[in-house]
């Protein structure tokens, strides 16, 4: 056997070597710790059984049967499924940062739990692993797959083997690439239900009781609804907050939150410490900052007193939504 073939075959038996090692850990782990430590690892155990009845073990055992070194081409089939294999990832990995911190409280304030810790790694099963060891486990193998997929397609030089093994390799990159996705949306959601309870709604007023109540009801503006005009997967962001004075204003003092559609105007309420909406949202798909002719810092402040007082002018169809927030953000720094 050539040398690239002992080394394609060496980095092949590390593969399914490795996935076997990692399931009988997943079954320690499984066995002494609850969900608050390791999230859903049943659900990941269960994927990763799977995986090697069908993906893995058939591709040992015909080695075994016939002698013929393994083929890597029979990786296709679990490979490119990643994405339907291994779902479970997406919620372990979310939730892992807050295991973590749940473990952490736990080994600064109760002495019980230390007790248990300590017992379970001292098991021999464990391997001297330590907890924190078992919390990292999934994370950093769901992350290996593309090493050792790469180090097989280093050690192969048939065509047809290196086709597949770099549509195997895509598929399983294109597989984390999505749960770096998964975790920033939810952090984006996360970010945005902070920032709606931090903001209370503005008041509108009517010329009577029945059209107060009427534009009450039309005018509700809730920061964690979709945002107008794009698909529900584009998140609502903060992306930038800055503290105003307003010359000549009853309320002068203001906080503005810039969010990727919406200018917020908000006064601080000290007794909730909450932010209360002073002025009407301002859409950015309708407002436009004017530069004056004059740069000057000063020809800016005083352009920026004439938008304020007139509501913005409507925006003009060339202007870009990059191009409306660098004005809005230079707005917000020019007349703090």
Same mark, same amino acid.
């Given at each position: 056997?050539?040398?690239?073939?002992?080394?394609?075959?060496?980095?092949?038996?590390?593969?399914?070597?490795?996935?076997?090692?990692?399931?009988?850990?997943?079954?320690?782990?499984?066995?002494?710790?609850?969900?608050?430590?390791?999230?859903?690892?049943?659900?990941?155990?269960?994927?990763?059984?799977?995986?090697?009845?069908?993906?893995?073990?058939?591709?040992?055992?015909?080695?075994?049967?016939?002698?013929?070194?393994?083929?890597?081409?029979?990786?296709?089939?679990?490979?490119?499924?990643?994405?339907? +294999?291994?779902?479970?990832?997406?919620?372990?990995?979310?939730?892992?940062?807050?295991?973590?911190?749940?473990?952490?409280?736990?080994?600064?304030?109760?002495?019980?739990?230390?007790?248990?810790?300590?017992?379970?790694?001292? %098991?021999?099963?464990?391997?001297?692993?330590?907890?924190?060891?078992?919390?990292?486990?999934?994370? %950093?193998?769901? &992350?290996?797959?593309?090493?050792?997929?790469?180090?097989?397609?280093?050690?192969?030089? %048939?065509?047809?083997?290196?086709?597949?093994?770099?549509?195997?390799?895509?598929?399983?990159?294109?597989?984390?690439?999505?749960?770096?996705?998964?975790?920033?949306?939810?952090?984006?959601?996360?970010?945005?239900?902070?920032?709606?309870?931090?903001?209370?709604?503005?008041?509108?007023?009517?010329?009577?009781?029945?059209?107060?109540?009427?534009?009450?009801?039309?005018?509700?503006?809730?920061?964690?609804?979709?945002?107008?005009?794009?698909?529900?997967?584009?998140?609502?962001?903060?992306?930038?907050?800055?503290?105003?004075?307003?010359?000549?204003?009853?309320?002068?003092?203001?906080?503005?939150?810039?969010?990727?559609?919406?200018?917020?105007?908000? @006064?601080?309420?000290?007794?909730?410490?909450?932010?209360?909406?002073?002025?009407?949202?301002?859409?950015?798909?309708? &407002?436009?900052?004017?530069?004056?002719?004059?740069?000057?810092?000063?020809?800016?402040? @005083?352009?920026? +007193?004439?938008?304020?007082?007139?509501?913005?002018?409507?925006?003009?169809?060339?202007?870009?939504?990059?191009?409306?927030?660098?004005?809005?953000?230079?707005?917000?720094?020019?007349?703090?």
């Amino acid at each position: 056997m050539a040398k690239m073939q002992r080394n394609q075959q060496a980095a092949l038996w590390e593969f399914i070597s490795t996935e076997l090692s990692y399931i009988n850990k997943l079954k320690i782990i499984k066995d002494v710790t609850p969900e608050l430590l390791f999230s859903n690892l049943p659900s990941i155990l269960q994927a990763h059984q799977q995986f090697w009845l069908e993906v893995l073990y058939p591709m040992l055992q015909e080695v075994r049967r016939t002698g013929k070194p393994f083929d890597p081409t029979r990786l296709e089939p679990g490979c490119l499924q990643f994405h339907e +294999r291994f779902s479970a990832y997406h919620d372990y990995c979310w939730e892992e940062e807050n295991n973590l911190e749940f473990t952490r409280r736990q080994m600064e304030s109760n002495p019980l739990f230390n007790a248990f810790v300590q017992w379970v790694e001292d %098991q021999p099963q464990c391997e001297r692993m330590r907890l924190g060891d078992m919390q990292a486990k999934p994370h %950093q193998r769901i &992350t290996k797959y593309p090493l050792l997929l790469k180090s097989v397609l280093e050690n192969t030089q %048939q065509p047809h083997m290196e086709l597949t093994l770099r549509a195997m390799l895509s598929s399983v990159n294109r597989f984390l690439e999505g749960i770096n996705h998964y975790m920033q949306v939810k952090d984006d959601e996360y970010a945005l239900s902070i920032s709606a309870q931090r903001v209370e709604g503005y008041e509108v007023e009517g010329i009577n009781e029945e059209i107060d109540k009427l534009v009450r009801e039309i005018c509700q503006f809730d920061l964690t609804c979709s945002i107008s005009g794009v698909g529900s997967e584009v998140i609502r962001k903060l992306l930038l907050e800055e503290n105003l004075k307003v010359r000549g204003r009853k309320d002068s003092k203001l906080v503005a939150l810039l969010f990727s559609d919406v200018l917020l105007l908000t @006064k601080v309420q000290k007794k909730v410490e909450r932010l209360k909406v002073a002025r009407p949202p301002l859409a950015l798909d309708r &407002t436009s900052c004017v530069a004056l002719k004059d740069g000057s810092e000063k020809g800016a402040k @005083k352009q920026v +007193r004439t938008c304020t007082k007139c509501r913005f002018s409507r925006l003009k169809s060339t202007e870009s939504s990059e191009r409306r927030i660098e004005n809005l953000s230079a707005y917000i720094t020019l007349v703090r």
